[in-house]
Structures are given as structure tokens and as C-alpha cells.
T-cell receptor, first 112, second 108 residues
Framework: DGGITQSPKYLFRKEGQNVTLSCEQN?????MYWYRQDPGQGLRLIYY???????QKGDIAEGYSVSREKKESFPLTVTSAQKNPTAFYLC???????????FGPGTRLTVL | RKEVEQDPGPFNVPEGATVAFNCTYS??????FFWYRQDCRKEPKLLMS???SGNEDGRFTAQLNRASQYISLLIRDSKLSDSATYLC?????????FGTGTSLTVIP
């Protein structure tokens, strides 16, 4: 079955630790995205990638980093520099930058 | 000003009712438009794309008004399973913008 997977589903982190969230897709999509969703707020774009080995900052990139070494994979690292990392993180992919996005099931990160 | 604005609701409607949501966008150069559905603590799922000519999928009808810069979603004959948050999404060609969502609860 084609789709997007994210792991882990739940993640707990101590303050000061970096943590990496996984996102994999087998839809053969070129574009991939990372969003963060906080209660009562819309999705906010962290980073996006239009093609392998290229990525761009979104609206709230500070404290985050990404890589796009393979078409299928777009991992997100939440660094200790991110001031308020507790949130629901969603990965998405699309054929191109104007096409509908498909989302993974998300990762809930809680900083203790 | 936000790129995309939606009435957050909540909308509480009885089963069988017709309900409509509107969404306005600020960038007149926006190129593609979508409605997504998001259940509690789950990921958004594509409900339908919105075309200039309007489009219908069963009980769901989406309309786009470029002159007034809004899109709408009409749900006819509401079912209990329609209870969710509906997200309006606008694409400007190089970025997607999400509304904060409109909450719908269909009551038996």
C-alpha cells in the first residue's frame, strides 16, 4: 500500500535533548513538508523540500533542521534550541508544489 | 492579516441538516484550493479539491469565488460520521496556507 509513515507516534524528550522524527513515503512524490500543529491553531510550516538534496525554511524553522538525502525520506530534528517543542508534528508529501498534500499520521512530541 | 480565515465554529447541527462553511483568503494570486477533514488527534485527510467551476462529491459541494476571494463547503444530509474539523487550504504556487479549521458536530 502506498502512503506516508511517521515514527514514533508518541515521543517524550527531556529538555536540552535533540530528537529526530522520521517521515517516509512510497508515493514517489517529489515534494515533502513538515508542519507543526498546536491546539486551536492552524498548521504552521517548518521546512519543505521540492526535490532531493534541496530544502527551504518555512515560517517557523528556528530550532529545527532537516535533510533530504533520499526521495522517500525527510527526517526532522528538533534541537534543544527550539523554545517550545511540545506539539503535534505532521509530515506531508505531494507530487508537486501546487498539488494536494497527503499527510502521515503524525508524531506527538512532549518535552518533559 | 492571516492568509486564510475560517469561522472556528463550533457548528452543532442535527442529523440530516445542511451546513455550509466559508473560508476567505487574502492572496488574489492563489492558485489551488482544498478542503481537508481532520478528526480529533489525527492527521488531516483530503476531502476535496476546489475548482473554479465548482465540484460535487456525493453530499459534499465545494465552490470557489475568485472575485470575492472565498471558498465554501456545503454538506447535505449530515451524518454523525461527518463530525470533525474542516480545514480550508490555499496554495499560492509555492506554499500552502491552512485555516485554523471549523468544528462540526452532528447531533443524533
Amino acid at each position: 500500500d502506498g502512503g506516508i509513515t511517521q515514527s514514533p507516534k508518541y515521543l517524550f524528550r527531556k529538555e536540552g535533548q535533540n530528537v529526530t522524527l522520521s517521515c517516509e513515503q512510497n508515493l514517489n512524490h517529489d515534494a515533502m513538508y513538515w508542519y507543526r500543529q498546536d491546539p486551536g491553531q492552524g498548521l504552521r510550516l517548518i521546512y519543505y523540500s521540492q526535490i532531493v538534496n534541496d530544502f527551504q525554511k518555512g515560517d517557523i524553522a528556528e530550532g529545527y533542521s532537516v535533510s533530504r538525502e533520499k526521495k522517500e525520506s525527510f527526517p526532522l530534528t528538533v534541537t534543544s534550541a527550539q523554545k517550545n517543542p511540545t506539539a503535534f508534528y505532521l509530515c506531508a508529501s505531494s507530487i508537486g508544489m501546487r498539488d494536494e498534500q497527503f499527510f502521515g499520521p503524525g508524531t506527538r512530541l512532549t518535552v518533559l | 492579516r492571516k492568509e486564510v480565515e475560517q469561522d472556528p465554529g463550533p457548528f452543532n447541527v442535527p442529523e440530516g441538516a445542511t451546513v455550509a462553511f466559508n473560508c476567505t483568503y487574502s492572496n488574489s494570486a492563489s492558485q489551488s484550493f482544498f478542503w481537508y477533514r481532520q478528526d480529533c488527534r489525527k492527521e488531516p485527510k483530503l476531502l476535496m479539491s476546489v475548482y473554479s467551476s465548482g465540484n460535487e462529491d456525493g453530499r459534499f459541494t465545494a465552490q470557489l469565488n475568485r472575485a470575492s476571494q472565498y471558498i465554501s463547503l456545503l454538506i447535505r444530509d449530515s451524518k454523525l460520521s461527518d463530525s470533525a474539523t474542516y480545514l480550508c487550504v490555499v496554495n499560492t504556487g509555492n506554499q500552502f496556507y491552512f485555516g485554523t479549521g471549523t468544528s462540526l458536530t452532528v447531533i443524533p
